[in-house]
């Protein structure tokens, strides 16, 4: 309760103290590249008909901490200073318009390092138990974030269907990098969610109601979560289907996201998330068949204010898996050639919220008479909790406490251009506590990162 009330706090604050003087950034509206605003192609002008564009991010990260907190069992993470540099991702994105009611819309992203692996189960043998094979089929880490076809009947009623984005949580729903403060994307979001959560299914969407009362809507049926993936570091984060060349789609998730729009600049919105029997989406059909149904259900609540003079960001998600224990059990058994960690203790309960806000000194120093000449500069900070165990099945099952995270983030984004974004930060995080200020049970993780990102579209004819 005192989560929600902070969350509703902080947004109420915002929106009250500056709802006069909000701005609808230019920048912001033409730069969402993965999913246009609900009737987008009916309410813009129709002023292209096919656009190139996409997003990227470069990042350098300076660490005084290990690379795993779970091998020292005393105190954590090691202290160990070393730094890295990498490309997160980059992502181009197009749209072509055979009409003005029929849209094709695509993501490519290319993520950091690795090699793309296809896994396979053997099935010559015509046994539903098969070993798992991998074949390396990809140079560089690739992956289709989005791919799909949109009819817009009208601004209320749009119907898409292909490879989707999911639109649960903050992150997922606003991920490219002008929609947070930090280098990297909300830790707490991407540690027990895929981000960017992405799906084979349909959607109906669309924006309803006038003046005050505006409202922009969503609903989903997507490939459901597999729970051979959820292990105790990262909740259901790794039960995202795509290992195979196709999804199983025996118990689809029912996702539904709705958001309050009728101030400018503010955004007030929730999403559910449902599975009725993850099980029945597992690699080997019958692994869960013992254990009965395996409902998974998640919901967030978040909020979003971008003004003249302030940027403040708020969110909190939270979801059961119903018998972890017994996902747990099987999962610690499974197969050493799958793609899963295979570790046990897969908690009934994960939670993460999280709040920011910035402040553009440029706007505030030339309404304040002071300069005219101050770069576009924001100033920041965050707050996030963390824990992908918040809670086993019973007063039993084992929750390790490192698991538990408590992060601050201060840091500073410069734009130079409403489409490009220098950001710094400092990060810290107290490691087996709940509480905001103070040292967790364990070694902290400190960190100072750079990062320079860029969004928008790059070709339109």
Not at 135 to 162: C, D, M
Not at 175 to 204: A, D, M, N, Q, Y
Not at 378 to 392: C, L
């Amino acid at each position: 309760m005192r989560i929600l009330l902070l969350t509703t706090a902080l947004l109420t604050s915002v929106a009250t103290g500056f709802a006069n003087k909000s701005v609808t950034t230019e920048s912001v509206a033409e730069t969402t590249v993965s999913k246009p605003a609900p009737g987008d192609t009916l309410t813009q002008p129709d002023d292209y008909k096919f656009r190139l564009g996409g997003y990227g991010e470069v990042l350098a990260r300076r660490m005084d901490y290990g690379l795993n907190r779970w091998t020292g069992i005393a105190n954590g993470s090691s202290r160990v200073n070393h730094a890295d540099i990498s490309i997160p991702r980059f992502v181009l994105a197009l749209d072509y318009k055979f009409n003005k009611r029929w849209t094709l819309g695509a993501e490519i992203e290319f993520e950091a390092g690795g090699t793309g692996t296809e896994y396979e189960i053997e099935t010559g043998t015509g046994s539903e138990n098969g070993e798992y094979e991998t074949e390396i089929e990809k140079g560089g880490e690739v992956a289709l974030e989005q791919f799909h076809i949109t009819y817009s009947h009208a601004p209320w009623l749009n119907i898409r269907a292909g490879h989707l984005i999911v639109p649960v949580g903050l992150t997922n729903s606003h991920h490219e990098p002008i929609f947070f403060f930090g280098t990297r994307r909300p830790e707490g979001e991407t540690t027990i969610l895929p981000s960017t959560w992405h799906e084979t299914g349909i959607s109906v969407f669309g924006r309803v109601g006038s003046a005050m009362a505006t409202f922009d809507y969503e609903a989903q049926v997507v490939a459901g979560a597999n729970p051979n993936g959820f292990d105790k570091y990262n909740w259901i984060q790794k039960g995202k289907q795509g290992y195979f060349e196709s999804d199983n789609f025996t118990s689809p998730a029912y996702v539904v996201r709705l958001d309050w729009v009728g101030v400018p600049g503010l955004r007030l919105g929730g999403s559910m998330y449902y599975v009725a029997n993850a099980g029945k989406n597992c690699d080997k059909l019958i692994t869960y068949k013992a254990y009965g149904s395996l409902p998974v259900f998640i919901w967030n609540l978040d909020g979003q204010y971008i003004g003249r003079y302030v940027t403040a960001r708020a969110n909190i998600l939270s979801g059961n898996v119903h018998n972890a224990d017994a996902i747990s059990i099987v999962n610690r058994l499974y197969s050493k050639a799958s793609p899963y960690n295979r570790t046990p203790y897969v908690a009934k309960r994960a939670l993460t919220w999280s709040a920011e806000v910035g402040f553009n000194l440029h706007e505030i120093c030339s309404a304040l008479n002071w300069t005219d000449n101050m770069p576009v500069v924001y100033p920041f900070a965050h707050y996030e909790y963390y824990n992908p165990q918040e809670k086993g099945q019973t007063t039993a099952s084992t929750m390790d406490a490192r698991c538990q995270v408590s992060l601050w983030q201060i840091g500073l984004n410069w734009k130079p251009l409403p489409n490009l974004v220098v950001k710094a930060d400092y990060t810290t995080r107290q490691i087996g506590t709940a509480k905001m200020f103070g040292k967790g049970t364990y070694n902290s993780e400190n960190e100072w990162s750079i990062g320079l990102a860029y969004v928008g579209w790059f070709f339109k004819k």
